[in-house]
């Protein structure tokens, strides 16, 4: 199999290294022509994933036009570029190629989840699967062990995915809730930057676990008042990410988070990376369909506050803290069944 991956960050690269275990050749899509030259005569991509060395079934091409004879196609670009850059792949896409998006997040202009914005572009002409789980790129890149999840609405497609990328460090599992497995990748980035703040803030282990549970039930209560599944949220795609992204030192998310605890402005820190920091659109996203829903999201308010209108952060987490007194009841918490 010839596996085609749209985007040649972190993620993308990782998961070009983990294909080449399967594939006869991966062909990368790189924009930036020092990246290319780079990935095919160094085997290296030191200006998004260092020290991790790229097999020679890796070759980065710049041409959409090269990954016609592509069997499958990975989306790994940052959620503000996937619909045009979906536009530009489509002449080049033959009929009936499944595509898999691995970015977390949403397309901010429409809400809507980065699958349904593919589903648009290729017209449902090539079936379309979401990957995601608790992957920091700096370890699945390194060959340690790491499990993800890969949903499509037809099974055999989220099983050709788990094929293509199942190798003995990075165990694959499908599923047919991609909405939910989508969801949960997008949303928890947004938990992540309110632990990094609770974090610089210098507040404790306590003040995270409440933050990560309460997140999770506001997840899913989103999730599950736009048709997904409440099970998947307890998977890999929703907890094991949440957890991975709230607590580890690889996370681009809690470390913005933590600059924000420490007095950064969010100007500041965009401004001082060549990353994409996925959770402050998602907070935007999430809280317009909070409100366009009527789903009650505290937390998430709380932050947009903070990122948006000026909130200082210690006040924002008082404010949740000062809320009116409420019950844990069944229907309330993230993993029962209402």
Request: aromatic letters at 4%; one cysteine or more; glycine letters at 10%.
């Amino acid at each position: 199999m010839r596996i085609g991956i749209v985007g040649s960050g972190g993620w993308g690269t990782a998961l070009a290294r983990t294909a080449s275990t399967n594939a006869e050749e991966v062909l990368l899509w790189a924009r930036e022509p020092e990246v290319r030259q780079e990935i095919n005569i160094n085997h290296s991509n030191r200006s998004f994933l260092p020290d991790v060395l790229l097999p020679d079934k890796v070759r980065a091409v710049g041409d959409f036009a090269e990954l016609s004879s592509c069997e499958a196609i990975i989306m790994a670009v940052p959620s503000s570029f996937v619909r045009d850059t979906a536009m530009k792949l489509k002449p080049h896409l033959r009929p009936g190629i499944p595509v898999a998006n691995a970015a977390k997040g949403f397309e901010l202009s429409t809400g809507l989840p980065l699958s349904a914005v593919l589903a648009e572009v290729f017209d449902h002409g090539n079936p379309v699967a979401a990957l995601s789980g608790p992957n920091h790129a700096e370890e699945v890149g390194r060959g340690l062990p790491a499990a993800t999840v890969v949903a499509a609405e037809d099974e055999a497609v989220a099983e050709l995915f788990q094929d293509a990328l199942m190798t003995p460090a990075f165990r694959v599992y499908t599923s047919t809730d991609i909405l939910g497995v989508e969801l949960g990748g997008a949303l928890k980035n947004i938990i992540a930057l309110a632990a990094g703040i609770t974090d610089g803030l210098g507040y404790g282990d306590n003040t995270k676990a409440a933050l990560m549970t309460r997140g999770m039930t506001e997840i899913v209560r989103l999730g599950v008042s736009m048709g997904a599944r409440r099970s998947t949220f307890a998977g890999l795609s929703g907890m094991g990410d949440l957890i991975a992204t709230c607590t580890s030192p690889h996370s681009r998310n809690r470390r913005a988070g933590l600059a924000i605890g420490q007095g950064k402005t969010l100007e500041e820190i965009v401004g001082g990376t060549n990353m994409v920091i996925e959770g402050v659109n998602a907070t935007r996203g999430a809280y317009a369909l909070s409100r366009k829903l009527s789903v009650k999201m505290p937390i998430t308010e709380a932050l947009y506050a903070v990122l948006f209108e000026g909130m200082d952060p210690s006040k924002a987490v008082a404010s949740l803290m000062s809320r009116s007194p409420k019950s844990e009841h069944g229907e309330d918490l993230a993993f029962t069944e209402a």
